[in-house]
């Protein structure tokens, strides 16, 4: 009795063991060379940086990059049956495809209320080119919009952020939102 409790303890520390997940921390290298130790425990950080100001000065660098290069621009506004439509051009001017962007877009009426959100998705816009997309807003009349805001955007692959980065505000950031005759647009 007691070699089959014994045994039994044994297998059960055993199969206890083997079916915890193996983790460890590893390495990979970026596009640019770049090492980065994927932790266990969900960070990163990059490997070989003399010290922290290094690391900081690289990040620094990346999203200096980023600021501002993506243009959005608002170039109509046209009712629609039973609501409005916004056409928008993003122009990407950054050294890099922007592979993937899905910002929100908020209507608002004059006194301060939103109105609905809309998203839409620019994709696979290589460095210089510029893709237009439209925004309708159902159950509103043109007039009645007094503001279009671009928020959200962190579902994004542009350049080093996807959706492995903790990205939050850092993809809205990279856009430059250009101001619109018709109405306040703005992010």
Known sequence: MRRNVLLSLGLLALACAVSAPARADFELVD????????????????????????????????????????ELELTRRTESPGGCTFELKLANKLPFELRNLVPDFSAYRANGLIHSTQLTSFAWVKPSEVRSRSV??????????????????????????????DAKGKCLAAIKVIPSEWLTFDK
Do not use: P, S, Y
């Open 31 to 70: 596009k640019k060379g770049r090492r980065i130790l994927l932790k266990d425990n969900g960070t990163w950080r990059f490997v070989g940086a003399a010290n922290k100001a290094d690391e900081e000065a690289e990040d620094k660098k990346a999203e200096v990059k980023l600021d501002d290069m993506l």
């Open 136 to 165: 309708q807003f159902n159950g509103i009349a043109c007039w009645d919009i007094a503001r279009l805001q671009v928020h959200g955007a962190d579902r994004c692959e542009v350049g080093e952020l996807n959706k492995f980065t």
